[in-house]
């Protein structure tokens, strides 16, 4: 596991966008800016650690009350904006995701925390429902609740394969314990149980991703990387504007017809019977 | 006081003893059904149909290698039917099975059935849904599909709200917790009984990961005090408190189909929630009532404001 949580965050929403500094009156975790890539002029967002954090357990990159909500407020002040102009251009959205989980806490508990991050989620879905490309640049750790509130409602995922990414629904350590194993054995049958991996090349084997990108020096990146990753974004954007604006093309992929075999067949069920 | 009045107070509080445990008696709960008469229960008498149903066998395929016995219908009931007259699809979550854990097929279950009621929405016929949720989140043997099935559903939640209500009735001890809280959070409604919870991280899950000075996951009045559905409807996080009696979550499931959609969703009204949180001070630790209507009024130096006020994008 990283210790640099939410440090390729600031690099990645830096080298995209010329800024790091946050919107001012919004906490300093997440970091909002409006910068061209190709044709578009796209907003970026991004959650990062904030050490002096009001909230003790949203200080090291977890998405917690403020910066779930924060999230919501500047998506659907994009959302209001194209809105109101008609029949324009709705402008892309990029989630630059390098999340450690969500806020474990309980302030955040009495807080409702999941309503906050479902407001998040609710904004980035909206958003994709009204037209607007969501696309998730995966660049660190994607985990949980701080992935669903930030990132997982994008039509497209991009993720850099290194194994400094993790895509998951909980740490490797707390994993072990809950479900009885140690480490050596959830790894042992991680090889075998492709959902159990925390080898974002086996979550590249699921069918939910867009593309996996090969970035040497994800931490100090070249320009011709920088560059590589805009164009990939910019494809997505294409991409995503062809539709379909749910999250179909997660189960359509060709990888999802062999590794979400079960889901596929479930679908194909209920549609049968539906009308029956 | 004389030996009269005594024996007359005796008397009252003998027959008002004798009514309230009537009441309950009289009461059918609704917890203690399984979750196939749980989504049956709701359904207008004759027209309940199960489909994707245990004789389909459609199971999960990574349980069996990690030693867990698979369950024919995943833990997740979906049922298609009539509820006073309305076309109403009710999937329901066996808590019993895996703690009512998300896997592949449950989670694809779920979020196909949505689909198929948007479908039928778009097509101009009205149907609404009911999720009875009894379910810790994610099933961390299926963790990276489970949580990717999460996502999809609160996607088709959204998706179909906008035509029809989406209606979270958490009714269970297993509560609703992980990311289906989001699932609850994104729904049009929330029911809950005294008896169910809510909340995005379970008590053992933060002791584990921020230690049992934040929370103390052995304090069952602390437990309760924050996530039980009495608190969560005082905060207005729920829409209806309603005691664990079949009729009455009948009636109530039926008043808010009637209802129909609101006009705004409570995870829409991101400025008035947010604005919640900034007014507090985060300094010491919290106590449950902080979020009251009545320290809000003090934190914010005005009356609690309206739940239908912000605009809806």
Redo the contacts between chains.
């Keep these: 596991m990283s210790n640099f949580t939410g440090i390729r965050g600031r690099i990645w929403f830096k080298a995209l966008t010329g800024h790091e500094a946050p919107t001012p009156g919004d906490p300093p975790s997440v970091l909002t800016a409006d910068a061209p890539i190709g044709d578009d002029n796209a907003r970026f967002l991004c959650v990062v650690p904030d050490h002096d954090s009001?909230?003790p357990?949203a200080s090291h990159g977890e998405v917690g009350?403020?910066q779930a909500?924060?999230l919501?407020?500047r998506i659907?002040e994009i959302?209001?904006a194209d809105?109101a102009k008609d029949g324009g251009k709705k402008r892309p959205i990029i989630a630059i995701v390098d999340v450690k989980?969500?806020a474990?806490?309980?302030?955040?508990?009495?807080?409702?925390?999941?309503?906050?991050?479902?407001?998040s989620?609710?904004?980035y879905?909206?958003a994709?429902?009204a037209g607007h490309p969501v696309i998730s640049l995966i660049v660190g750790q994607a985990i949980?609740?701080g992935?669903?509130?930030h990132g997982?409602?994008a039509n497209r995922l991009i993720a850099f394969a290194d194994k400094e990414v993790l895509?998951?629904?909980?740490h490797k350590e707390?994993?072990a314990?809950?479900?009885r194993r140690t480490v050596a054995q959830l790894e042992a049958?991680a090889k075998?149980?492709?959902?159990?991996?925390y080898d974002v090349e086996d979550?590249a084997k699921?069918g939910?991703l867009y593309q996996l990108l090969h970035i040497k020096n994800p931490e100090a990146p070249s320009p011709e990387e920088i560059s590589l990753v805009r164009d990939t974004i910019s494809a997505a954007i294409a991409d995503a504007r062809q539709g379909p604006f749910?999250?179909r093309t997660?189960?359509e992929s060709e990888a999802a017809l062999t590794a979400?075999?079960?889901?596929?067949?479930?679908?194909a069920?209920?549609?049968q019977?539906?009308n029956q | 006081m004389t030996d009269s009045a005594d024996i007359a107070t005796g008397r009252d509080r003998a027959k008002s003893a004798l009514t309230l445990s009537q009441e309950y008696l009289q009461r059918h709960s609704f917890i203690e059904l399984n979750a196939r008469e749980r989504a049956q229960s709701l359904f207008d008498p004759g027209t309940a149909r199960e489909?994707?149903g245990p004789f389909?066998r459609?199971?999960?395929?990574?349980l069996f290698?990690?030693g867990v016995t698979p369950q024919a219908d995943d833990g997740c009931i979906?049922m298609?039917g009539t509820i006073d007259g309305n076309e109403t699809v009710v999937i329901a979550f066996s808590g019993a099975f895996q703690g009512g854990g998300i896997g592949?097929?449950s989670?694809?279950?779920l979020?196909?059935?949505l689909?198929?009621a948007c479908i039928d929405n778009e097509k101009g016929k009205p149907t609404s849904a009911v999720m009875l949720l009894e379910t810790g989140g994610?099933r961390?043997?299926?963790?990276?599909?489970?949580?990717?099935?999460?996502?999809?559903i609160?996607?088709?939640i959204?998706?179909l709200r906008r035509d029809a209500p989406v209606i979270s009735v958490i009714a269970g001890p297993v509560g609703c917790f992980?990311?289906m809280?989001?699932?609850?959070?994104?729904s049009s409604y929330i029911v809950m009984t005294p008896e169910g919870r809510?909340?995005?991280?379970g008590p053992e899950?933060?002791e584990?990961?921020?230690g049992v000075d934040?929370?103390d996951a052995s304090d069952r009045s602390l437990i309760w005090s924050?996530?039980g559905g009495q608190q969560r409807y005082n905060?207005g996080?729920a829409d209806v408190l309603v005691e664990d009696d079949t009729d009455q979550i009948i009636k109530t499931v039926r008043e808010l189909i009637a209802k129909g959609v609101p006009a705004v969703?409570?995870?829409?009204?991101?400025?008035l929630?947010?604005s919640?949180?900034?007014a507090?001070d985060?300094?010491s630790?919290?106590?449950?009532s902080?979020?009251s209507a009545a320290s809000l009024a003090r934190s914010t130096g005005r009356n609690q404001e309206p739940v239908n006020e912000e605009?809806k994008?």
């Design positions: 009001r909230f357990c009350l403020e909500y924060t919501a407020a659907r959302i209001g809105n989980s969500q474990y806490g309980r302030r955040e508990e009495i807080g409702g925390i999941h309503l906050a991050a479902a407001a989620a609710d904004a879905a909206t994709r429902f949980s609740g992935f669903l509130t997982y409602q895509i998951h629904a909980m707390p994993a314990r809950i479900t049958l075998t149980v492709t959902p159990l991996s979550y699921l939910l749910d999250l997660r189960f979400r075999k079960a889901s596929r067949q479930i679908r069920r209920l549609e019977q539906w | 489909l994707a389909d459609i199971e999960s395929p990574w290698v990690q979906v298609r592949e097929v989670g694809a279950k979020t196909a059935a689909d198929l994610v961390l043997q299926e963790a990276n599909l489970g949580l990717a099935a999460v996502a999809e609160i996607s088709s959204i998706a992980g990311g809280s989001l699932a609850a959070g994104v809510l909340g995005l991280n899950v933060i584990e990961e921020s934040e929370f924050i996530f905060q996080l969703h409570r995870s829409q009204q991101v400025d929630y947010r919640r949180i900034a507090l985060a300094s630790q919290w106590a449950p902080v979020w605009e994008h």
